[in-house]
């Protein structure tokens, strides 16, 4: 498949993983501050950010003995290109079931 690797597939199925790129949204957070945010050990957390890691969706900065994570989009953009088809079927599906209810309601 064009534009998405399975390392991304596999990074996203995890809703951890969702959370993690989620929260470095607002920008890079150090190690400490993402594990807050979690019930698990943080070698379970280290884990899921070496899977964010490899899939190219998150980048690992070391600053003496703290390590910051940043979201790296770029592999977030063959998802979306990927996705695209499947929302534009839905879309006709939610309209075609408008078109039927708006007859029925006639």
């Given at each position: 498949m064009a534009g998405v690797s399975d390392e991304v597939f596999a990074a996203l199925a995890s809703?951890?993983?969702?959370?993690?790129?989620?929260?470095?949204?607002?920008?890079?957070?150090?190690?400490?501050e993402l594990a807050g945010h979690f019930d698990m050990r943080r070698p379970s957390l280290s884990e899921h950010l070496k899977v964010l890691r490899d899939a190219g969706l998150v980048r690992e900065r070391k600053e003496g003995r703290h390590r910051f994570y940043s979201l790296e989009p770029e592999p977030l953009h063959g998802l979306t290109e990927w996705l695209t088809p499947y929302?534009?079927?839905?879309?006709?599906?939610?309209?075609?079931?408008?078109?039927?209810?708006?007859e029925e309601a006639l």
């Open positions: 809703p951890v993983r969702r959370e993690v790129l989620r929260l470095l949204l607002d920008g890079p957070k150090p190690v400490g929302e534009r079927f839905w879309r006709e599906k939610l309209a075609n079931l408008r078109d039927l209810l708006d």
